[in-house]
């Protein structure tokens, strides 16, 4: 069975930082792809950060390029989103999730497995 469970959440000023983590068992971590997913009230699920098997490479919502970043520990079996400037628009719950293959890594339906999700919330 596959389990991923996500940390790191809480409560932030604006212009802060958060790191989020994603713990992963049950799965060959290193095989998949890896994606960080957000849904804040009464919107859809959106797109925020994906990276390859091998941390190579990463990718990145327009929203969040160059205040998120993306990271994994193949090792350790997790999977980091850092996350800096945060302002209240970053508000949501926030989850990670894997695939096996890189096609349509910004489609949450096409994610196999998900989190739990963990509450970010922002303060202006």
């Known amino acids: 069975q596959v389990l991923l469970v996500e940390s790191g959440g809480g409560l932030v000023q604006a212009g802060g930082s958060l790191r989020l983590s994603c713990a992963a068992s049950?799965?060959?971590?290193?095989?998949?792809?890896m994606g960080w997913f957000r849904q804040a009230p009464g919107k859809e699920r959106e797109f925020v950060a994906a990276?390859?098997?091998?941390?190579?490479?990463?990718f990145y919502a327009d929203s969040v390029k160059g205040r998120f970043t993306i990271s994994r520990d193949n090792a350790k079996n997790t999977v980091f989103l850092q996350m800096n400037s945060l302002n209240d628009e970053d508000t949501a719950v926030y989850y990670c999730?894997?695939?096996?293959?890189?096609?349509?890594?910004?489609?949450?339906?096409?994610?196999?497995?998900w989190g739990q999700g963990t509450q970010v919330t922002v303060s202006s």
């Open positions: 990276i390859t098997r091998s941390g190579g490479s990463t």
């Open positions: 999730a894997a695939k096996d293959s890189l096609v349509y890594y910004s489609s949450p339906k096409r994610y196999a497995y």
């Open positions: 049950g799965r060959t971590f290193s095989r998949d792809i």
